[in-house]
């Protein structure tokens, strides 16, 4: 591809409208000579997204993208400027005129993959090789290998450079999509793919830009190969089954997400088309916001044991900040979508997906499984929450899912609510909390660390030096420390709930935050904590008892100066020579 002459460029600009174009991902209100709907870049609830057709402009408010027909296609769909011009072109009849006969080394790294790709398919064709025997084991039938492409990469280490070779492909570029690997002596390529059936990993055009290869025998590693990132295939962005999932999703208005290219195939096979598979990566932002353009909402499917549950998690962290609504069908633990395919049959894994719950209804059930009895257990659970809570964005549906899950932890909701506000208040609900007077960070490690200490060994409570506290002032630490000493004079244990009825808010969810810091703490650590505490407050008395001095001397009268100095002489050598006040209690 050469370049495109400037007046296609300009004709392309006349024809497409853009009310039309941006109208196909955007719900658009006519205002005024504007129209108005929500960005398609970012996550918002009142329209702040401008098209004004008389231009052929649009501009967010909210999050200031802007720009023409081209760079809206750009954005959207992640092309180049060229792209995104032929792209439109095409879909309006307009011949973009090749200019030179050399085309771009985008369009021949496309060709690479697309040479491999042929080359996959023939060799799966081949009777009775590996490949086919391992797919047909699988229960893979050839409808499913045709409708996915699925290739068969032999045990060779020439057998995609033979095919660029072939076709006259550069194997440079074979080797920068990552389909060969330079040879160590320095001269000549060789196959990364071997003995692997082969997944092609389309872009939405349907190009294909990478592929997914696994073994076929467990003494092979890894289990699953990848293409790496090149200039054509990003990971973050990427997904296997794109892009023959796309009108599904659309029509469906669901997209369902898995993590591997089997996974897809199952669902598949079970009749579920509005799919796609990660290409061996977690789900990242850009993935949700590839998503939440074409759907808003995503049905996530997991395995049901704990890394499943983990990677659920994580994936709700990515697609709730995109404003996508997550639904979570859960496998029943150690099963993935293709044994429970094999294992229930079509209907079930359909039905699975269809009613699956939504995802943080499930987190509360899950973290309701792991206990809720202990004042410090409800604890653990709300905090296990709030981390995904915070990311809600509607307010009105944060609001319901903090009382549901104060009820089924048994707290109250106005805890489990001013645990969510914590937190979103910064990345740490402790740091977080309103600070007055102002401590700084460190010091409020220091202070935390003690209250946490406390906690956990209320028996030691008598070692802190609780005069020395209020030189730090009026603070929710020092407020929850003092509660602390108090409540656990004499006690091994200490009734969280007890203390936090005692507790201003702001004390309460650092209570709260506390209890659910899943650090091992043991008694001689909590030992040296309170010492290191105690010596760093009787620092902070001596410095404000020298400041007093000082203050004193200022306004003092020459006399009164000679009597300060004399008395502050006699009281020398005695507070030199005694340890910090902790000391004493050894
Ligand atoms: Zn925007």
């Not at 659920?312 to 099963?335: I, Y």
């Not at 944060?398 to 645990?419: F, K, N, P, T």
């Not at 506290?469 to 929710?476: C, K, M, N, Y």
Request: contains cysteine; charged residues 30%.
């Amino acid at each position: 591809m050469g370049r495109i002459p400037e007046d296609t460029i300009q004709q392309v600009r006349d024809r497409v409208d853009i009310v039309d174009l941006v109208g196909r991902f955007v719900n658009l209100k006519s205002a005024g000579r504007n129209h108005k709907g929500l960005c398609p870049f970012h996550n918002e609830k009142t329209p702040s997204f401008v098209v004004t057709p008389d231009r052929g402009t649009f501009k967010c408010f909210g999050c200031g993208e802007g720009g023409n027909v081209f760079s809206f296609l750009m954005q959207l769909e992640n092309l180049t400027f060229p792209e995104a011009v032929r792209t439109l072109a095409a879909q309006h009849g307009i011949e973009v005129p090749e200019t030179g006969g050399d085309k771009e080394s985008f369009a021949l790294l496309y060709d690479a993959n697309q040479a491999a790709h042929d080359f996959y398919r023939q060799q799966l064709a081949v009777p009775g090789n590996p490949g086919a025997r391992y797919l047909e084991a699988r229960g893979i039938d050839a409808e499913t290998i045709e409708r996915f492409e699925i290739g068969f990469a032999p045990d060779r280490w020439d057998g995609v450079v033979q095919e660029l070779r072939r076709r006259k492909i550069p194997l440079q570029l074979g080797e920068r999509v990552g389909l060969l690997l330079p040879r160590r002596t320095g001269d000549g390529h060789y196959d990364r793919f071997r003995n692997r059936v082969v997944f092609p990993i389309r872009d939405v055009r349907g190009r294909v830009i990478g592929f997914g290869g696994r073994v076929l025998s467990g003494d092979q590693e890894p289990k699953y190969l990848n293409s790496p990132e090149s200039p054509i295939f990003r990971k973050r962005d990427a997904f296997f089954g794109f892009p023959d999932a796309l009108e599904p999703i659309r029509r469906e208005e669901r997209a369902v997400v898995v993590e591997g290219y089997f996974d897809r195939v199952a669902l598949q096979r079970a009749g579920i088309d509005g799919a796609v598979a990660t290409c061996g990566t977690a789900l990242t932002e850009e993935h949700a916001r590839n998503l939440r353009r074409r759907t808003k909402k995503v049905v996530l499917l997991f395995d049901g044991d704990e890394a499943g549950q983990k990677a659920m998690e994580r994936s709700l962290e990515v697609l709730l900040p995109a404003g996508v609504r997550v639904h979570a069908a859960v496998l029943p633990a150690g099963e993935d979508p293709d044994d429970f395919l094999k294992n229930h049959g079509a209907s079930a894994l359909r039905q699975l997906v269809d009613t699956a719950a939504a995802a943080l209804d499930v987190c509360i059930r899950r973290a309701v499984a792991r206990g809720v009895s202990t004042p410090a257990e409800k604890a653990d659970a709300v905090a296990s929450l709030t981390t995904l809570l915070v990311l809600v964005g509607s307010d009105v549906e944060r609001g319901a899912y903090e009382q549901q899950l104060a009820l089924a932890v048994g707290a109250r909701e106005e805890d489990v609510r001013s645990a969510v506000r914590a937190q979103r208040r910064g990345d740490d609900p402790l740091d977080s909390i309103p600070v007055r007077p102002r401590i700084e960070p460190a010091e409020m490690r220091k202070l935390r660390r003690l209250a946490r200490s406390l906690v956990e060994h209320p028996q030691l409570a008598g070692r802190v030096v609780v005069e020395a506290l209020d030189e730090v002032g009026a603070h929710p630490v020092v407020e929850l420390i003092h509660c602390l000493v108090r409540s656990s004079a004499e006690k091994r244990s200490v009734s969280v709930d007890e203390v936090a009825d005692g507790l201003s808010d702001e004390a309460r969810s650092l209570l709260y935050a506390l209890v659910a810091e899943d650090l091992p703490l043991d008694e001689p650590d909590a030992k040296r904590i309170i010492h290191d505490t105690n010596r760093w407050l009787a620092h902070i008395q001596e410095a404000s008892a020298q400041r007093a001095l000082t203050e004193e001397m200022r306004n003092a009268d020459p006399a009164r100066q000679l009597e300060i100095l004399r008395a502050k002489q006699e009281n020398a050598p005695s507070r030199h020579s005694s340890d910090p006040p902790e000391q004493r209690l050894h």
